[in-house]
Each structure stands twice: as C-alpha cells, then as structure tokens.
C-alpha cells in the first residue's frame, strides 16, 4: 500500500512539471508568478483589469500606426512650389451696366486679361451676370472673376473702368444725369484708391471729357494716370468709313478725329491717309464745303452713326466696350500705342481753360506718357479751341462739390 501511494504521488508530480521546448500552462503561469502569490484573490482580479492582456500583446505583433486623414486635393496633387501667383494685369470694370458687361466680355474673349472684378450696387444683376460668365469659363483662359459691391474686391487693380451702373436713371426726364454720375464718382473714386492706389482710372462715362476732368480732380492723381475714352472709337469709325470708301482695309487707312467727344469734335483732314499717300495733296479741298466730292460726309455720319445706333437699339455698348478693351491692352502690355484719348491739354494749342480733350497721346504701362502734337492747320486750331471752350461751358454747368 506505501509502495501503491509512493508511485502515484510520483506520477502526479512528473504529470506537472514542464516539458523541454513546451510554453507552460496558463495557470501554472498564473500560480508561479511571484506578484500574484502574495495578492489576495480579489486583489489578483484587480491587477489583472489595470493591466489587461490584448490580442496583440498575446500574439506579440505591434499595434498598428494609426494614418492622418488626408483631403481629396492633398490626394491628388503632391505640391512643389504652390505659391500665389499675383500678376499685375487686374482690370475692374465700375458698372454692371450694358457697356460694363460688354466690356468684360470683350476684355475676356480677347485675351487681354483674365482678372476682373465687376462692382454696381444691384445684387441680383451682378450675380446673374456672374454666373452667367462662370458656368462658360471652361472656354475661356483660367478666368478669375469676382462680383459685388464690396470695393475691397479691386483691390491691386491696375486699371480701373469707369462705367455707366445698370440702375441709370438715363430714362427720368426729372433727374440730371450728369449730376447723378458726378455725385456717382465722387463716392466711388475714394473707394477705388483706396485698395488700388497705384491704378490708372480709364473713364467711360459720357461726357467723357468732363468726367475725366471731375474723376482728376477727385482723384487727384497725376494728369497721365486718368485717361478717358475719349474720340477713340469716333477715330475707329472714320478709319472704317474711309475704307469703306476707298475699298481698304480700315488698317490701311489713317486719320483722327480729336476734341470733345460729341458734336464739336474735330475731322484732320490735313492728316488722312490711305496707303500711306496724303488724301489732301490729291484734293486739296477735302473735307471742306468746296469740296466736290464732299468727303465731309464720312464725318457726319460719324456723328449721326452713334445716335443711329442707339435708336435701333438703345446704345453701341459693343463699339464702346471694343475701343475700352484696346486701351486696356495698351496699358497691360505696355504697347506705348497712340490713340486720341482725353486728357489734360492746357497749355497746347494755345488752349489756355483745365480741360480735358481728346488729342493723340502715347498710352503704357504708365497711363498717358506723351501728347503727340499733330501738325494742324489753322482752320483745325481754330475749330479745336471752339471745341474746348464748350466743353469748358459743361464743367462750369456742373454743380462740383469737393
């Protein structure tokens, strides 16, 4: 019987001992370690909570490193040198109106620029109108076009348009226009400086001349940084009508019209050419009331052209917003053009009045640099000093409050 208990106690305690290259029971690894021997049974269930065993620890693989959330762009691009690029070719068109409008278009079709800013007081047309160009962007060059009242939007504008806003009032016969636009740029040129102080004002609102002459004096900028439109597309017109006439290209016809920009404005016949020949060495009597062929028929259907237009359907914003784009690409591009713009002209021509007309001037990056003075006959002197002294009546008409 001690032999019989003698040799299970053996066989129990063999049963219990680890065998070479075998992990240990579990309990056993529980009842040998030396922490938990001297716990108490529910201090043992405790430490085994503060301390649990995961599946990772268990399997001895590390836990894996958790990935920060990217965003679709930082996805799709892995960017190199993605800076903000400011050229210097940002046009903003004051004026939301048809000639504003067309403007842009033409500004956008043309190439000449892809950064505009469009501001007028009306919400709903201005948001129309934007979206209007946006949804067609994708036929345009990486256009950036900004809308709304907010004059913080021109800001580092290189040229500023000044054009008629789409709430004219053009159709009250109660209300004085010019006066309504006079009191317009007096509220808007402070704004337009303030964002913008190194911009060109490029005037577009008629009468051109005097507005161009209040927007200087408003301003207060050098003479050459505030240009108007002047008899830049009366000059295009007569070109055409020439080249009509003659069967040319308007390319190959040449000839201004200076002074104010309306009635008075001023033919040089003295300077009309075509193919490079002088038309009044061939006829010495063109232009004037002996002449045979009366040539000064082109002139009058310049005048009379632009009020056609405007009975048929309302006004020539496309002509005009043409003649606007291409002083825009003067200055952008720094073409140093010549084009009959209005400007500051006291002094020349023995006009003696601070007045703004149209002459040829020299046009860049700079605004109006030079005035080229055209070798006028008396006749066009004398007729270019009437034309000054009128506009001169209009300033003086003007109600100006500073």
């Known amino acids: 019987m001690r032999r019989y208990l003698q040799t299970l106690s053996r066989m129990l305690y063999l049963r219990s001992k680890p065998k070479p290259n075998m992990k240990p029971h579990i309990n056993s690894m529980i009842t040998s370690t030396p922490q938990l021997k001297e716990l108490q049974p529910h201090e043992r269930m405790q430490a085994r909570v503060e301390k649990p065993i995961d599946d990772h620890q268990k399997s001895g693989k590390s836990e894996p490193k958790k990935t920060e959330y990217q965003s679709t762009f930082d996805q799709l691009f892995r960017s190199l040198t993605r800076t903000a690029y400011r050229p210097n ?41 934007l979206m209007d160009l946006q949804f067609g962007s994708k036929f345009l060059p990486n256009v950036r076009l900004r809308a709304g009242k907010d004059f913080a939007i021109s800001s580092d504008s290189k040229i500023c348009v000044l054009a008629p806003c789409c709430t004219s009032v ?21 704004q337009l400086l303030k964002y913008s102080p190194n911009t060109i004002l490029l005037v577009a609102i008629d009468p051109v001349d005097m507005f161009s002459y209040l927007a200087w004096q408003i301003s207060e900028l050098p003479k050459g940084r505030v240009i108007g439109t002047g008899t830049n597309l009366y000059t295009a017109t007569f070109q055409y009508l020439l080249a009509d006439r003659l069967g040319l290209s308007p390319s190959a016809c040449h000839g201004y019209i200076i002074g104010e920009n309306g009635y008075s404005c001023v033919p040089v016949w003295s300077g009309v050419t075509a193919g490079g020949v002088h038309l009044q060495r061939l006829n010495p009597d063109i232009g004037t009331e002996n002449d045979p062929e009366n040539w000064a028929e082109l002139h009058r259907q310049v005048l009379l052209g632009e009020q056609e237009v405007r009975d048929h359907k309302g006004g020539n914003s496309w002509a005009t917003a043409l003649s606007i784009a ?73 109600k100006i409050v500073q």
């Not at 016969?173 to 402070?190: F, G, T």
């Not at 860049?364 to 009437?386: F, H, K, N, W």
């Open 89 to 129: 070719n940002k046009v903003s068109i004051i004026g939301a109106g048809d000639t504003g409008m067309a403007a842009v278009f033409s500004l956008l079709t043309k190439g000449i620029t892809n950064d505009i800013s469009i501001i007028d007081f009306n919400d709903e047309k201005l948001k129309g109108e």
């Open 326 to 398: 291409d002083i825009c690409a003067s200055v952008l591009y720094d073409k140093n053009c010549v084009r009959p713009l209005s400007t500051y002209v006291k002094g020349e021509y023995n006009i003696n009045d601070e007045v703004f007309l149209s002459v040829p001037c020299v046009v860049g990056g700079a605004g109006v640099t030079d005035i080229v003075r055209l070798p006028l006959s008396p006749t066009e002197i004398t007729q270019l000093q009437r034309s000054a002294d009128i506009i001169k009546i209009d300033q003086n008409r003007m």
């Open 170 to 190: 053009h159709d009250d016969e109660n209300v004085d226009q010019v006066q309504v636009n006079a009191e317009v740029l007096k509220a808007v040129i402070p």
